[in-house]
């Protein structure tokens, strides 16, 4: 297999190949490893970690201080994949801090930074690619304004919407982001934003047609404790079988059962 370090350039490659692009997230040092190990080349520090680390409800309470403590953790396993972090909520408000705030995340361990919008952040996303730093966008349902919106909501269905995908999508690619998340966009408009634009979409939610997938790694796991999003069609039980490998070493402390050299955890 080919070890080269992988970076922005080296993902955009992969859509002029026409070469899928798997991704994931990773929130600390070995979950980073695994990934990595199992070959997924961009790995992200999401702020969806708020969620399904941290405990709190949505993405809005997650702090600057918190992603640079995971963003820490994930870069201490030096992965091959690129390490993408969020910019947390309200932390790109204006271009100086998102400059700031992408140099921060960069500090702490990050490759490349991702922020939620298009048209909007357009100052901030110039300024943070002018700094050097690679940009991933993040276009469709913006978690970040799910109190705003009132819930987790399909993107591109009406025509005015469709078409500000598009805007959006075509101004992220000239500001020079280097790929885009499209979340919970309609199939359609997701394969006509792939077939528009140079850089890849990384679909979540938004049908087959992307560039790319990526996943919240706790979902795709089935580790997440209260809610699996219907798009995750794919996924692993390790919650279940973490419960019952902790019940079964419980019984057997609690019956004074040294556990012994072969006994096999259940299956
Ligand atoms: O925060 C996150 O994990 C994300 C992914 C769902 C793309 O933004």
């Given at each position: 297999m080919n070890s080269a370090k992988i970076t922005a350039d080296a993902l955009r490659a992969m859509k002029a190949r026409g070469e899928k692009i798997a991704a994931l997230t990773a929130y600390d040092h070995p979950t980073a490893r695994l990934l990595d190990e199992a070959g997924v080349p961009l790995l992200l520090v999401g702020d969806s970690?708020?969620?399904?680390?941290?405990?709190?409800?949505?993405?809005?309470?997650?702090?600057?201080?918190?992603?640079?403590?995971?963003?820490?953790?994930?870069?201490r396993a030096q992965p091959r994949a690129l390490l993408a972090a969020d910019l947390p909520y309200h932390s790109c408000d204006t271009v100086a801090d998102a400059a700031a705030n992408a140099r921060r995340l960069v500090a702490a361990g990050a490759e490349a930074v991702k922020a939620e919008g298009g048209r909007d952040i357009l100052p901030q996303v110039r300024a943070i690619v002018a700094a050097g730093i690679p940009f991933l966008g993040h276009l469709g349902m913006l978690p970040q304004r799910v109190r705003e919106e009132g819930g987790y909501h399909v993107k591109g269905k009406a025509a005015p919407e469709h078409l500000a995908l598009l805007a959006d999508a075509d101004a992220l690619a000239a500001a020079g982001a280097f790929a885009v998340v499209l979340e919970l966009v309609t199939p359609p408009v997701a394969r006509e934003i792939t077939r528009r634009i140079p850089i890849p979409t990384l679909g979540i939610g938004s049908g087959p047609d992307c560039d790319g997938q990526i996943l919240v790694t706790p979902d795709l796991l089935g580790l997440s404790p209260d809610y699996i999003p219907k798009h995750v069609k794919f996924r692993g039980h390790l919650g279940e079988q973490a419960r019952d490998i902790v019940a079964t070493w419980r019984e057997m402390v609690t019956r004074r059962r040294e556990p012994a050299v072969g006994d096999a955890p259940p299956k």
């Amino acid at each position: 297999m080919n070890s080269a370090k992988i970076t922005a350039d080296a993902l955009r490659a992969m859509k002029a190949r026409g070469e899928k692009i798997a991704a994931l997230t990773a929130y600390d040092h070995p979950t980073a490893r695994l990934l990595d190990e199992a070959g997924v080349p961009l790995l992200l520090v999401g702020d969806s970690l708020g969620m399904v680390v941290l405990g709190y409800p949505d993405t809005t309470f997650v702090t600057m201080a918190e992603m640079e403590h995971h963003v820490r953790a994930a870069a201490r396993a030096q992965p091959r994949a690129l390490l993408a972090a969020d910019l947390p909520y309200h932390s790109c408000d204006t271009v100086a801090d998102a400059a700031a705030n992408a140099r921060r995340l960069v500090a702490a361990g990050a490759e490349a930074v991702k922020a939620e919008g298009g048209r909007d952040i357009l100052p901030q996303v110039r300024a943070i690619v002018a700094a050097g730093i690679p940009f991933l966008g993040h276009l469709g349902m913006l978690p970040q304004r799910v109190r705003e919106e009132g819930g987790y909501h399909v993107k591109g269905k009406a025509a005015p919407e469709h078409l500000a995908l598009l805007a959006d999508a075509d101004a992220l690619a000239a500001a020079g982001a280097f790929a885009v998340v499209l979340e919970l966009v309609t199939p359609p408009v997701a394969r006509e934003i792939t077939r528009r634009i140079p850089i890849p979409t990384l679909g979540i939610g938004s049908g087959p047609d992307c560039d790319g997938q990526i996943l919240v790694t706790p979902d795709l796991l089935g580790l997440s404790p209260d809610y699996i999003p219907k798009h995750v069609k794919f996924r692993g039980h390790l919650g279940e079988q973490a419960r019952d490998i902790v019940a079964t070493w419980r019984e057997m402390v609690t019956r004074r059962r040294e556990p012994a050299v072969g006994d096999a955890p259940p299956k």
